[in-house]
């Protein structure tokens, strides 16, 4: 996340009548396309990541796309942009949770690499079967895309006993499970297990909710300064694989140095 432009509270703020999208980029053949048809660069490949404003069809620009938000000056300026695009468009009269699920990463592994980069706790949806899992979405999805906690988890679900290798004491039954990345995000410990019965025998959201508070008030990211986080990888042998080729010529650069190739 650029914290010069997204963490700022008016555009946090503004970004609540959008539509938000985290971007898989090398993790996802169909998206990494896409990404490359919105921005030019001089390699012709996509580099790294894409921010663009997109209308309601997602195939219309509103704004110049580019690596970053830098095209606009200011944080104030990209939220006065994100206003002015809003006011265009009705918005929905329902709550969007009404009708949607968490938002979810590709897999189990892809979430927890996401929520170790960005501190952030990882929820678990664990389902075998599309009705436990809508059954533990219904009280999970309004917490999800509320005020209260949007921003504050990084969202997966697992459909199968492998989905949770990566996750300490884990067991594989309907529920929700709220738990803590290992610093490279290769495995993580479960902080909270919600069973779906427990859920259930609320009639509202009463244990995720609690859970939910407890995690915000008390979480601590495991924490490292870049060079440290780098070479402890590399004396670990620990390489994240992509799902597509890198095609960023500085990141490619960057790590080729910090390998010493």
């Given at each position: 996340?650029?914290?010069?432009?997204?963490?700022?509270?008016?555009?946090?703020?503004?970004?609540?009548?959008?539509?938000?999208?985290?971007?898989?980029?090398y993790e996802d053949k169909q998206e990494a396309e896409f990404l490359k048809s919105l921005v030019r660069t001089r390699s012709g490949e996509l580099e790294n990541t894409v921010f663009a404003l997109l209308s309601p069809d997602g195939r219309t620009r509103l704004a110049r796309a580019g690596r970053g938000p830098q095209s606009f000056r200011s944080a104030s300026g990209l939220a006065a942009e994100m206003n002015r695009i809003a006011d265009q468009y009705h918005r929905a009269a329902k709550p969007l949770w009404s009708n949607t699920s968490p938002p979810y990463m590709k897999s189990v592994e892809l979430a927890l690499n996401v929520a170790a980069c960005d501190r952030l706790p990882a929820v678990v949806v664990v389902a075998a079967n599309s009705t436990d899992r809508e059954r533990l979405e219904t009280r999970l999805s309004p917490l999800a895309w509320s005020e209260q906690f949007g921003g504050k988890f990084v969202y997966a679900t697992a459909t199968s006993k492998s989905d949770l290798k990566p996750i300490t004491k884990s067991i594989f039954e309907p529920s929700v499970l709220l738990v803590q990345p290992g610093v490279f995000g290769l495995t993580a410990e479960i902080l909270h297990t919600l069973p779906l019965a427990q859920i259930q025998a609320e009639s509202k959201a009463t244990p995720i909710q609690a859970a939910f508070q407890a995690v915000v008030a008390d979480f601590q990211p495991q924490f490292m300064d870049y060079r440290s986080h780098i070479d402890l990888g590399i004396n670990l042998d620990i390489d994240w694989k992509t799902e597509i080729p890198v095609t960023d010529r500085q990141s490619i650069q960057a790590k080729q140095r910090s390998r010493g190739q």
């Open positions: 996340m650029d914290r010069s432009f997204l963490s700022i509270a008016q555009v946090v703020k503004a970004s609540r009548q959008f539509v938000c999208i985290r971007l898989a980029t």
